[in-house]
């Protein structure tokens, strides 16, 4: 892309950052933008392209309002730059489901309950849904007691381990462990 095709200006005219043109994959489209390099993913996913589903919570990483898969593995998105994900495949709660086909993990969080205002909940389900993967694939946690097993179980205490890093001020955490481990043990929540 040229300059002009992105809306930057060349060097030197200006005391704005030239705009850095990139592609992402985000819920399965390309999405072409141009991004101040210094712009999060978490605020392209929000101002740019216009996806709420993902919050700002603490801007920090210290809250998990705005985990999203990158490559099926959840990432805060407010502590990585856009430009760093040129090509990537990045999943928002929007990605996930759509209501009437809603994921079994969205699905689980509604039967269970695992939510009360829903400001944290789709950083919830998505770090979720990245943490069974992670177990599927074998990785232990602090918590896991056999690192080497070849299948971790999956215990209340494991799953909230796992899940640490996402914060629900609402307090519903044991709706949220008991709607991850319905999904875990395959079975109806």
């Avoid at 060097?11 to 994959?25: F, K, M, N, V």
């Avoid at 640490?164 to 395959?186: D, E, K, W």
Wanted: hydrophobic share 35%; with cysteine.
């Amino acid at each position: 892309m040229s300059q002009a095709d992105t809306g930057a200006e060349a060097p030197g005219q200006g005391g704005t950052a030239p705009l850095s043109a990139i592609e992402l994959r985000v819920n399965g489209q390309a999405q072409r933008l141009a991004v101040d390099p210094r712009t999060s993913l978490l605020d392209a996913l929000r101002e740019h392209l216009r996806l709420s589903g993902t919050k700002k919570g603490c801007d920090h990483g210290q809250c998990g309002a705005c985990t999203v898969l990158i490559n099926d593995r959840r990432v805060n998105s407010c502590l990585t730059l856009a430009v760093m994900h040129e090509g990537d495949e990045v999943v928002t709660i929007e990605g996930l489901g759509e209501p009437g086909d809603l994921h079994p993990m969205q699905r689980a969080f509604v039967d269970c309950d695992g939510f009360q205002c829903g400001y944290c909940t789709p950083g919830q389900i998505c770090s979720a849904v990245g943490m069974l993967a992670e177990v599927e694939a074998g990785w232990p946690s602090h918590a896991t007691a056999e690192v080497a097993s070849p299948r971790i179980a999956l215990t209340d205490e494991e799953i909230r381990e796992r899940m640490s890093g996402n914060i629900c001020r609402c307090a519903a955490y044991p709706n949220i462990v008991a709607a991850i481990r319905g999904i875990a043990q395959g079975g109806p929540v």
